[in-house]
T-cell receptor, first 117, second 113 residues
Framework: DTEVTQTPKHLVMGMTNKKSLKCEQH?????MYWYKQKAKKPPELMFV???????INESVPSRFSPECPNSSLLNLHLHALQPEDSALYLC????????????????FGPGTRLLVL | DAKTTQPNSMESNEEEPVHLPCNHS???????IHWYRQLPSQGPEYVIH???SNVNNRMASLAIAEDRKSSTLILHRATLRDAAVYYC??????????????FGKGTKLSVIP
């Protein structure tokens, strides 16, 4: 099973709402990622978790709050978002090699398409 | 500064080979060359990667120039399912470390039936 699942597929929220995006994988991967992709742009890295600990935060605003409750699950909690946060949010996972990860394949989910009104 | 340069778009006829070029003139000796593709309404998927030698897998071949300043992704027989944006990515240990995939603009491949 090389599947990363994401729920919901689509989400519409107001600027005062609180919502969460969920990502799940059962490949035994210990690195998990959130990427953001604006329309007609390439994906951009937001967060990296390794061994369920946040290891990289690419200067993402605090209205995005990631959480990794266990080795299979990754959440992204959303609060007080702005319309410009509307985008496709992609989750990915990969094995963790000792040392460098530059040969590890990242497996992506289909994404959650978020619209902030 | 862009680390890789790819054509914005390319077209191919179905069942013909496709050669997708990528220039990476500032590549360092330890950078790996990765290719991912993103089909419409899907997340990116891994295609192939290499360091110096040409590589083959069930999806594609990767031809790397001897000076490593360019590479070419080869799809041997394009199908309609290969229509996607293809990203050529250099992976190194800088920035967010070796975890990061830094996507460029990619090449949008259209396959004509």
């Amino acid at each position: 099973d090389t599947e990363v699942t994401q729920t919901p597929k689509h989400l519409v929220m107001g600027m005062t709402n609180k919502k969460s995006l969920k990502c799940e994988q059962h490949m035994g991967h210990r690195a998990m990622y959130w990427y953001k992709q604006k329309a007609k742009k390439p994906p951009e890295l937001m967060f990296v978790y390794s061994y369920e600990k946040l290891s990289i935060n690419e200067s993402v605003p605090s209205r995005f709050s990631p959480e990794c409750p266990n080795s299979s699950l990754l959440n992204l909690h959303l609060h007080a978002l702005q319309p410009e946060d509307s985008a496709l949010y992609l989750c990915a996972s990969s094995h963790l090699s000792s040392g460098t990860q530059i040969q590890e394949t990242q497996y992506f989910g289909p994404g959650t398409r978020l619209l902030v009104l | 500064d862009a680390k890789t340069t790819q054509p914005n778009s390319m077209e191919s006829n179905e069942e013909e080979p496709v050669h997708l070029p990528c220039n990476h003139s500032t590549i360092s000796g330890t950078d790996y060359i990765h290719w991912y593709r993103q089909l419409p309404s899907q997340g990116p998927e891994y295609v192939i990667h290499g360091l110096t030698s040409n590589v083959n897998n069930r999806m594609a071949s990767l031809a790397i120039a001897e000076d490593r300043k360019s590479s070419t992704l080869i799809l041997h027989r394009a199908t309609l399912r290969d229509a996607a944006v293809y990203y050529c990515i250099l992976r190194d240990d800088s920035g967010a470390g070796s975890y990061q995939l830094t996507f460029g603009k990619g090449t949008k491949l259209s396959v004509i039936p």
